[in-house]
């Protein structure tokens, strides 16, 4: 099973389960996600609720484009959305 490494400064490192492979970039096997901050949420509140809020969440605090996000596998996006809302504070 993928792991969740949770780093002292504050990041939190999620193996994907499913790695993926960007057109002409290297294989990505974990996201790194840093502490959200008050702007993040507040450039993201624009965007709808659910999987279109978590991509521009992660556009922002793990600094990915959006087309590599939509690349993630459902389950990996699963987990990363369990662990932003516990970057948020919230429990899932």
């Excluded at 990041?11 to 901050?37: A, D, F, M, N």
């Excluded at 992660?58 to 389950?75: F, G």
């Excluded at 996006?77 to 809302?85: H, L, N, P």
């Amino acid at each position: 099973m993928a792991e969740v490494t949770y780093n002292a400064d504050g990041t939190v490192l999620v193996e994907l389960v499913h790695p993926i492979s960007p057109k002409g970039q290297p294989q990505i096997s974990s996201v790194t996600l840093r502490r959200l901050t008050a702007g993040d949420l507040i450039e993201t509140d624009m965007a709808t609720s659910g999987p279109r809020k978590l991509q521009a969440l992660l556009v922002r605090i793990a600094q990915l484009p959006p087309s590599t996000v939509a690349m993630i596998d459902a389950e990996d996006f699963d987990r990363i959305d369990q662990e932003v809302a516990k970057l948020l504070g919230k429990s899932k």
